[in-house]
């Protein structure tokens, strides 16, 4: 497969450091399950070091800028705090994503058209410095028109309510919502954007969405994380990598 249409697979590698945190010691480590995904096939990693700490910490995210060969992908909140970590780090790319204590995992995705301004502002230096910013968001018109004019050069559309839809049997509403996702990468590509996706993809969902010829990067986690529990870490992301080279040559 050519290059440029080669569909990117980033792994997010957070529940690795949930399952070490759960115990408060050094094992497993992120790190070690960073460079498992580079071998068995990820274009790059994510890491989201978010406001608590629940499960990536600040040393991680040191040793990561130090032993990946792939890009990382810093997912991280809009504050002043995390500005300043990705300033001192300069990742090669920033996912601002929506976040908040009480949430087991990220619920939806930013709603930019409500704080332009701010975003706005608080993404210029991160682009200055260097880092690609990409902003989650759903797939909705108006939230890909203001992720444009804030200066964003990524959009992660949120898949959650494709996979939910999926999950629960739901299977008219769960190709509603794949339409919809659809139809908004194509949007978000005329604009201009590269367009990524993820949140709740496995191997059963991540097909249609793999095919979509304007997504060029899918971005997993806890899916990969828990079917390495059974399978390995590397043939469980091999096994991904296979679905969605499979679905985009088609």
């Known amino acids: 497969m050519a290059e440029e249409h080669k569909l990117r697979l980033g792994v997010n590698i957070d529940h690795v450091a949930t399952v070490r945190n759960a115990r408060g010691g050094a094992y497993p480590d992120p790190l070690r399950a960073a460079k498992i995904a580079e071998e068995a096939g990820a274009d ?7 406001e608590d700490r629940r499960h990536i910490s600040d040393t991680d995210i040191e040793g990561l800028m130090d ?4 890009p990382l992908n810093f997912e991280m909140a809009a ?15 920033v996912c601002i994503v929506p976040e908040k204590r009480e949430e087991r995992t990220t619920e939806g995705g930013l709603e930019v058209a ?14 200055e410095a260097g880092s690609r910013v990409s902003i989650f968001i759903a797939a909705d018109q108006r939230q890909i028109e203001a992720a ?11 898949t959650g309510a494709y996979c939910d839809a999926f999950a629960e049997g739901l299977l008219n509403e769960a190709q509603i919502e794949l339409d919809r996702l659809r139809e908004m990468a194509t ?16 191997y059963d969902t991540v097909s249609p969405v793999a095919a ?7 971005n997993i986690g806890h899916f990969l994380i828990g079917e390495a529990i059974f ?20």
């Open 44 to 50: 790059g990693i994510t890491a989201h070091l978010r």
């Open 67 to 70: 032993v990946l060969s792939v």
């Open 231 to 250: 399978l390995g870490l590397a043939p469980a992301i091999e096994e991904m990598r296979r679905l969605m080279d499979a679905a985009r040559a088609t």
């Open 79 to 93: 504050t002043d705090e995390m500005q300043k970590i990705a300033l001192r780090h300069k990742p090669h790319a």
């Open 148 to 158: 444009n004019r804030i200066g964003a050069e990524v959009i992660e559309l949120h």
């Open 187 to 202: 949007f978000a590509h005329e604009l201009g954007l590269e367009v990524h996706a993820g949140h709740g993809l496995t």
């Open 212 to 218: 979509c010829p304007e997504v060029r990067e899918l």
């Open 114 to 127: 409500r704080e332009e301004n701010r975003l706005a502002h608080f993404i210029a230096p991160l682009r």
